[in-house]
């Protein structure tokens, strides 16, 4: 199974072809990508060095275009296209089927990628894709279980590339407008979610409230470590229920199940996480690496390395275990 | 802005029911709706949760008789999230042996309908024209765009798929997100495959509330809905010239009569849309209103229409 590594900037972009990615997906500095966040990803020149770098060591890059065109500004996004293209990217990462078609239509020889984003969750969706636009290799919404993995790629006729470590969305990807309902910045046409940009902290007696917008989103008591106020990872009350609703300010690690998903027919495993720095990359692409070919014996030390870089320790193996349900 | 010939105005149609609602109070529904609604396209079927479908299936075909004799459109509506096999068998089964129209909720959906006259519903994504012709070339009539678009986008869309009847969700808590994951019974200590129905206890959603108690979405099986009920009534009028064919009023909860007569009325000229939205306040009482999303702010936001063009912000703090 290929790893494909994270990088916001050029600088974790090196230390993830250094660490052993197979690939690397990143995306430019604007509404183009669904990491569209301050001090973020890449200009075309870095694109362009980054790509040498990564292609004198036979290292892929991936362009991450996976935001929906804004009716009106369609211009922004096929020029992303056109350059990640002509800057030579060994796959573009799309989710906008009009996107897709204008990549097939300029681009025909432009190996196609479907983001996590487009929401392809089951064998008929993923041959619309096929036939639609030829993709490649589809990446899966993190919806479904190993056995339903397994069950889907023996009847689709495309790669399979799935979240293997990091952050994790408790939503179908690319079908969620919570961030947008509560600041009016949207994941699909904006690539954002719960922006920095409307997050505060404020002290309330003994309580540290962390806010989103005009919501607030968790509060945490004195010694309580205080996390990021993510919209689906908040706290709130639910009848005289108070917790966290939808999901724990959990991350995704499904690196016990290497063997299963390889199984399962999976190609490639993805490491998420473009707004980590350089130092947390390096990390977990080069034990994930090490994990990857490790004997049996060898996996759960370096499985439990991979427990202690997650956020807050915590970690599920979400959807890919049905009792998360 | 210019005005020529005064637009056509649109029709009105009723998206499916979203919650969870028990047999025979759904069919009575659609009875009333059918003798008295002033609606001309009426979508059903279950959308959410492909565990619910027994409780409506028996009355489908009594529903869609009933409908039709009152000369409503009737077309049937895809699950929005496919991951089972039995949920694909549904959807092909839908697709291939349906005699009436299928709303694509899914991408399994839009490839089994490929080449066939369909419609697309508001959780499929089309957020540019080029995605909607894209769908037209493959056999889509109509498209309900996604309730998160602002008008600048819904107006361009338009203008850039002539072929395409444009459908605009007007009414209706706001479908936010759907998971993988039910939330609804996880909150009342119950897990998807164990659920017991328990989202059938609030026909209406059930209110998630921030920790300073104020309430902020509303949990609907696996879906998650907004607190506030998007009302797109005042913007009827740049619709109609925007070109939106259809308005579609999403099920709550409430007196959806006196709603689709609010709105037929206010469409008519009948009334004014000052008229208009406090009738549907008297039809939904203790109901919130948004329409933030249509004017490219923040979703839960309403902005009150005030003395011709300018509109003012007023943030709903219930």
Sequence with gaps: MELICPAGTPAAFREAVDAGADAVYCGFRDETNARNFPGLNFSREELRTAIAYAKQRKVMTFVAINTFMRAGQETLWHQAVDDAVALGADAVILADFGLMAYTVERHPQQRLHVSVQASASNADAVRFLVEAFAAKRVVLPRTLTIADIARLAKQIDCEIEVFAFGGLCVMAEGRCSLSSYATGKSPNMNGVCSPASHVRYRQDGRELVSELGDYTINRFPAGEAAGYPTLCKGRFDIAEERGYAFEDPVSLDVMDHIDALRAAGVSALKIEGRQRGKAYVAEVVSVMRRALSASVAERPALVARLKALSEGQKTTTGAYEKRWR | ?318
């Design chain 2, 1 to 318: 802005m210019t005005t020529t010939a005064s637009p056509s105005k649109p029709t009105l149609s009723l998206g499916p029911v979203y919650y969870l609602w028990d047999g025979p109070k759904w069919r009575d529904f659609y009875f009333r709706i059918a003798d008295e609604a002033p609606l001309a396209h009426v979508t059903i079927g279950e959308a959410v949760c492909s565990k619910r479908l027994h409780f409506i299936e028996p009355h489908v075909v009594e529903v869609i008789e009933r409908l039709e004799s009152a000369g409503k459109q009737v077309s049937l509506t895809s699950l929005a999230l496919v991951t089972l096999e039995r949920e694909s068998q549904l959807v092909r089964g839908l697709s291939r042996d349906s005699t009436h129209p299928i709303e694509a909720n899914d991408l399994s959906a839009l490839q089994l309908l490929t080449g066939k006259p369909h419609s697309i519903g508001p959780l499929v994504n089309v957020y540019n024209g080029a995605t909607a012709r894209l769908l037209a070339s493959r056999g889509a009539t109509s498209i309900c765009l996604p309730p998160e678009l602002p008008m600048a986008s819904v107006r361009g869309i338009i203008e850039e798929t002539p072929a395409v009847a444009f459908e605009i969700f007007a009414f209706g808590r706001v479908p936010l997100a759907i998971s993988a994951r039910c939330a609804h019974a996880r909150s009342k200590g119950l897990i998807k495959d164990n659920c017991q129905f328990v989202c059938a206890e609030d026909p209406d959603g059930l209110t998630v509330e921030t920790l300073d108690r104020q309430p902020f979405l509303a949990l609907n099986g696996v879906q998650t809905m907004s607190h506030t009920c998007q009302a797109l009534i005042q913007e009827l009028p740049e619709l109609a010239v925007a070109g939106a064919s259809r308005i579609r009023l999403s099920p709550q909860h409430c007196d959806m009569l006196a709603v689709a007569r609010a709105f037929d009325d206010t469409i008519a000229g009948r009334c004014s849309t000052a008229e208009g939205l406090a009738r549907l306040g008297s039809a939904y009482p203790g109901a919130s209103f948004s329409n933030g999303f249509h004017h490219g702010q923040l979703g839960a936001t309403w902005l009150s229409a005030k003395a011709g063009t300018e509109k003012e912000a007023v943030q709903h703090r219930p």
